[in-house]
T-cell receptor
């Protein structure tokens, strides 16, 4: 059973804080993704990684960075959290034909 | 530009009625098309993919390259089908999945 695990279900952070969202997968997938999910906007790709230490910007990378030091772990970093980054964040890993998602982290920035 | 369009934010049908969730895409090439579903308090999961030509939970989807559509259909809706449905594409030779804005399906008793 594929498992993609996000470290937190809920987070509340203050404006300006540096925030780390962690994601771990156990299926030895090369591809990993970070999306944010907002009502009416669907899933928007922030960053993705197709190999260790490799990353590419998605559609909305501004204000975010990522780290992939090990194949199983993909971290999303909010350098200085802002209220407009309040959202549900979804991590995924994929084989060629299917993406597997984590349970999501609901981040609130106050 | 690569894009997935789901024109309906909300679709309400009665139990036993047919369901069609619309999806149109824009992609220069031959994409892989998918439907993902998110039930209440559950993670997003794959429902079906076009290359498998399978029926999952009574749902089917046919890729129409002429109309660039991949509509999801079910002849008789069930209450347990109530969920959020996302259409997605992945381009050949790329790693990205592009999602639509989603359609919330409500099946009324």
């Amino acid at each position: 059973d594929v498992k993609v695990t996000q470290s937190s279900r809920y987070l509340v952070k203050r404006t300006g804080e540096k925030v780390f969202l962690e994601c771990v997968q156990d299926m030895d997938h090369e591809n990993m993704f970070w999306y944010r999910q907002d009502p009416g906007l669907g899933l928007r790709l922030i960053y993705f990684s197709y190999d260790v230490k490799m990353k590419e910007k998605g559609d909305i990378p501004e204000g975010y960075s990522v780290s992939r030091e090990k194949k199983e772990r993909f971290s999303l970093i909010l350098e200085s959290a802002s209220t407009n980054q309040t959202s549900m964040y979804l991590c995924a890993s994929s084989s060629n034909l299917e993406a597997f998602f984590g349970q999501g982290t609901r981040l609130t920035v106050v | 530009a690569q894009r997935v369009t789901q024109p309906e934010k909300l679709l309400s049908v009665f139990k036993g009625a047919p369901v069609e969730l619309k999806c149109n895409y824009s992609y220069s090439g031959s994409p892989e098309l998918f439907w993902y579903v998110q039930y209440s308090r559950q993670r997003l999961q794959l429902l079906l993919r076009h290359i498998s030509r399978e029926s999952i939970k009574g749902f089917t989807a046919d890729l129409n390259k002429g109309e660039t559509s991949f509509h999801l259909k079910k002849p008789f809706a069930q209450e347990e089908d109530s969920a959020m449905y996302y259409c997605a594409l992945s381009g050949q030779g790329t790693y990205k999945y592009i999602f639509g804005t989603g359609t919330r399906l409500k099946v009324l008793a």
